[in-house]
Structure formats: structure tokens, C-alpha cells
């Protein structure tokens, strides 16, 4: 089982925050401590996108026990309008309606229980954006 506190003291799970290296700009998602391109320390909080693009996806079939009523179901690459790239579900539409290059929305969904009066995790899903 989860703890509830350590899922809420993870602002990227929720806010889709990230780190903007202050030394090269670059942006890393989740959050580093150290910039792995320019090795620097110094970071500045900021809040991705929430737009993007499908890279590739898959459909699975065969999904772990929390998941398993869900399926099929889509999990994509998709890279956010930041440059960003995330592991995310496809949700609220067909797997025949995915496509790669098509245009996503991340939203804020409801992730899994654990049990059936367990710890409720919410994080970000994508949807279609048409």
C-alpha cells in the first residue's frame, strides 16, 4: 500500500511540474537535483504545458491486477509543447481513434485504489484534442 503522504509530496505527479536547469535551460521532467548536461545544481521550479503530441503508443492487452478491468487499454510517448516527453494512458476514446502525431490534453484523472477501501492516486492521463 501507498502512503498517502508520500504521493501528495510529489508536485510533478499532480501539477506536472518540472525543473529549468538556471545554468542551460534545459528542462527535466521529473525534476533532477543535478543537471545531467551541464552538471549544475541550480534549478527553477516551472509548470509543463499542458499540450502535446502522440510519439508512439501501444495497446495493452494483458495488464497488471489494478489495471486489469481497463483493458485494452493505450499508453503513449507523447511530448508535451515544452519539449517534454511523458509516459502517459490515452483515455476517453477508441484505440482506433489514436494516432501517432495526433494532438493531446494532459488532464488530471484518477490513477488507481489500493483495495477496495484502499488510498486513492490520481495523476495525469491524456486525452484527444480535437
Given at each position: 500500500?501507498?502512503?498517502?503522504?508520500?504521493?501528495?509530496?510529489?508536485?510533478?505527479?499532480?501539477?506536472?511540474?518540472?525543473?529549468?536547469?538556471?545554468?542551460?535551460?534545459?528542462?527535466?521532467?521529473?525534476?533532477?537535483?543535478?543537471?545531467?548536461?551541464?552538471?549544475?545544481?541550480?534549478?527553477?521550479?516551472?509548470?509543463?504545458?499542458?499540450?502535446?503530441?502522440?510519439?508512439?503508443?501501444?495497446?495493452i492487452h494483458v495488464?497488471?491486477?489494478?489495471?486489469?478491468?481497463?483493458?485494452?487499454?493505450?499508453?503513449?510517448?507523447?511530448?508535451?509543447?515544452?519539449?517534454?516527453?511523458?509516459?502517459?494512458?490515452?483515455?476517453?476514446?477508441?484505440?482506433?481513434?489514436?494516432?501517432?502525431?495526433?494532438?493531446?490534453?494532459?488532464?488530471?484523472?484518477?490513477?488507481?485504489?489500493?483495495?477496495?477501501?484502499?488510498?486513492?492516486?490520481?495523476?495525469?492521463?491524456?486525452?484527444?484534442?480535437?
Amino acid at each position: 500500500m501507498k502512503s498517502p503522504r508520500y504521493t501528495r509530496e510529489i508536485p510533478q505527479r499532480y501539477r506536472l511540474e518540472a525543473a529549468r536547469c538556471e545554468s542551460c535551460g534545459k528542462i527535466h521532467f521529473p525534476p533532477r537535483l543535478i543537471c545531467p548536461d551541464c552538471q549544475s545544481g541550480s534549478f527553477r521550479v516551472i509548470k509543463l504545458r499542458d499540450k502535446g503530441k502522440v510519439l508512439t503508443y501501444t495497446v495493452i492487452h494483458v495488464a497488471p491486477e489494478q489495471f486489469a478491468t481497463q483493458t485494452p487499454y493505450i499508453m503513449a510517448i507523447v511530448e508535451l509543447n515544452d519539449g517534454v516527453k511523458i509516459t502517459s494512458q490515452i483515455v476517453d476514446c477508441g484505440i482506433e481513434d489514436v494516432r501517432i502525431g495526433e494532438k493531446v490534453k494532459v488532464v488530471f484523472r484518477k490513477i488507481q485504489q489500493d483495495g477496495r477501501a484502499g488510498i486513492l492516486c490520481y495523476g495525469y492521463k491524456c486525452v484527444l484534442s480535437r
